[in-house]
């Protein structure tokens, strides 16, 4: 059986496309969805699959290591961090940097991911805005899954991830991208393992796929 290892961000567009995925390779696909990071460490300790779809910064430095096969990585999707609230919540203001901040010190519970790409950049976003000990009082940090899970609960009234991710979660709102200057591009991009005997086959039918559409509707921006 043909395996990805895939991150988060396209959890949704992998769910819509595996019918079409699957017809052309003829075959289920079996698909291990987690944060980059984590993903990156269970390679490192030797796991392997066909194909693997992380950030770019992975994908260029596990093809360094010669675990993946560099002259097959492509690049599949952009992705901006989000806010998201529960629905029928109220939106808040994040037209730019100063009104970000202000939520941040002001919203009474949050949550963020510690693993994925937009859980790392977060962490860095509220150090640089100088608020990361209010903050971090005050935030559920979950090790990895998707964080709008928190806002359906109760548990905390906005969360922050992918704009794609939080899409995912039923019951929630997902208030816009962060603003410019508080905003951090996320490139996903896909490689064979190396020699793996489907491998290439894998990421054909991944690709082929993120179309600018499919990419559009599930909140991830055509590469550019």
Do not use: W
């Amino acid at each position: 059986m043909p395996r990805l290892m895939s991150t988060l961000a396209i959890a949704g567009l992998l769910r819509e496309a595996a019918p079409a995925i699957e017809a052309v390779l003829g075959a289920r696909l079996d698909v291990e969805l987690a944060p980059t990071r984590a993903l990156e460490g269970r390679i490192r300790g030797g796991e392997r699959a066909d194909a693997a779809v992380l950030t770019a910064e992975a994908i260029a430095a596990l093809s360094a290591e010669g675990v993946l096969d560099g002259t097959t990585a492509r690049a599949l999707a952009h992705s901006r961090v989000g806010i998201a609230v529960k629905a029928g919540a109220p939106h808040p203001d994040i037209s730019d940097v100063a009104a970000l901040r202000r939520l941040l010190l002001d919203v009474p519970s949050l949550c963020y991911s510690r693993a994925g790409a937009s859980g790392i950049f977060f962490a860095d976003l509220i150090e640089r805005l100088g608020i990361a000990a209010e903050v971090n009082a005050k935030a559920i940090v979950i090790p990895q899954g998707f964080t709008a899970e928190r806002l359906v609960s109760g548990e905390a009234a906005i969360a922050f991830q992918q704009v794609s991710e939080l899409m995912e979660v039923a019951g929630i709102e997902v208030v816009g991208a962060l603003p410019d200057g508080a905003q951090t591009i996320a490139v996903f991009s896909g490689a064979a393992f190396a020699g793996a005997a489907d491998g290439a086959r894998v990421l054909d039918a991944v690709a082929a796929c993120c179309t600018p559409a499919a990419l559009v509707a599930k909140g991830l921006d055509v590469p550019g």
